[in-house]
């Protein structure tokens, strides 16, 4: 595999991930000036777009280990929900 590839594979395994950070972060805010937060945010954006990335790589690379190669709707699944849980821990949803 020449560094061309593995730089191909690498782009397209985190990305998923980044769309998923992306898209759960900026839902997050639209949400809470939609409904009126007055609660200030722990983080900032990028803050928080750079954790739940990184929780999410975790995610995914925790199922390639378990079922062993890429792309499984359970390793989706999994990136899904652990990338809104971490998204609700950053906002102290429990709080609310």
Do not use: E
């Amino acid at each position: 595999m020449t560094a061309l590839n593995l730089t191909n594979q690498l782009l397209n395994f985190m990305a998923p991930a980044a769309f998923v950070a992306l898209f759960v972060v900026l839902v997050a805010h639209v949400f809470a000036r939609f409904f009126g937060s007055k609660r200030p945010l722990a983080l900032s954006l990028s803050a928080q777009l750079a954790i739940v990335f990184v929780a999410s790589l975790v995610l995914l690379a925790a199922g390639l280990v378990i079922f062993g190669r890429d792309g499984k709707m359970a390793s989706y699944a999994l990136l899904a929900v652990g990338a809104a849980t971490c998204q609700w821990l950053l906002l102290r949803g429990w709080k609310a």
